[in-house]
């Protein structure tokens, strides 16, 4: 239970918080199957046909550019705002 006069940490929007369901997830599985399902995922989300390895790289850079982002900020960011930038090279 909350402390009287301590603010409850802000909740996240329900698409962020599906987003860090599929982090975690992702996270316990082993390389093959991660770039399987990401693979998969990027074709029906971005509709872009990548390579297994293509897919999990592109992953990795989310995750790397997401943790630079929160550290210059000072705040967790979203993986949405994250993948915004790490997936710009997909349409250059």
Do not use: N
């Not at 929007?13 to 390389?31: H, K, N, Q, V, W």
């Not at 943790?67 to 930038?85: C, D, F, I, N, Y």
């Amino acid at each position: 239970m909350p402390s009287p006069g301590v603010p409850a940490p802000p909740r996240l929007p329900i698409e962020d918080s599906y987003f860090e369901l599929l982090a975690d997830t992702l996270e316990s599985l082993d390389l093959p199957a991660r770039g399987q399902f990401l693979q998969r995922y990027l074709r029906a989300i971005a509709h872009v046909d990548l390579h297994e390895s293509q897919s999990v790289q592109i992953w990795d850079e989310t995750l790397l550019r997401r943790r630079e982002l929160s550290g210059l900020v000072g705040r967790q960011v979203s993986l949405k705002t994250a993948a915004r930038g790490a997936t710009a090279s997909l349409w250059d």
